[in-house]
């Protein structure tokens, strides 16, 4: 059973930081390219950023500068180092694994919310 599990969420304050994890189970880690999504109430899901089997990372214009993707494939973890919050920042962040042959086969993370607020 494959299983992303995302942690790290909450609420902070505009300016702040926090870390994203995202611990996957049941998949060979080291074939999926790996992502952080984030939803808005009454918006569509977004890529945030991105992060290949070579390490190579994409990211959305609004967050460039200010967030991190990182891999660490021996421990199967994905995170997100999320830095100079702002409040437009507020989601749903969403861990997705993409697998990098078959790139049908795709999983998600159930969602941890990010709420940046002063």
């Known amino acids: 059973q494959v299983q992303l599990v995302e942690s790290g969420g909450g609420l902070v304050q505009p300016g702040g930081s926090l870390r994203l994890s995202c611990t996957a189970s049941?998949?060979?880690?080291?074939?999926?390219?790996l992502g952080w999504y984030r939803q808005a109430p009454g918006k569509e899901r977004e890529l945030v950023a991105a992060i290949s089997r070579g390490g190579s990372t994409n990211y959305a214009d609004s967050v460039k500068g200010r967030f991190t993707i990182s891999r660490d494939n021996a421990k199967k973890t994905v995170y997100l180092q999320m830095n100079s919050l702002k409040p437009e920042d507020t989601a749903v962040y969403y861990c997705?694994?993409?697998?990098?042959?078959?790139?049908?086969?795709?999983?998600w993370g159930q969602g941890t919310q990010v709420t940046v607020s002063s």
């Open positions: 997705n694994a993409k697998h990098t042959v078959s790139v049908t086969t795709t999983y």
């Open positions: 049941g998949i060979i880690f080291s074939m999926y390219t």
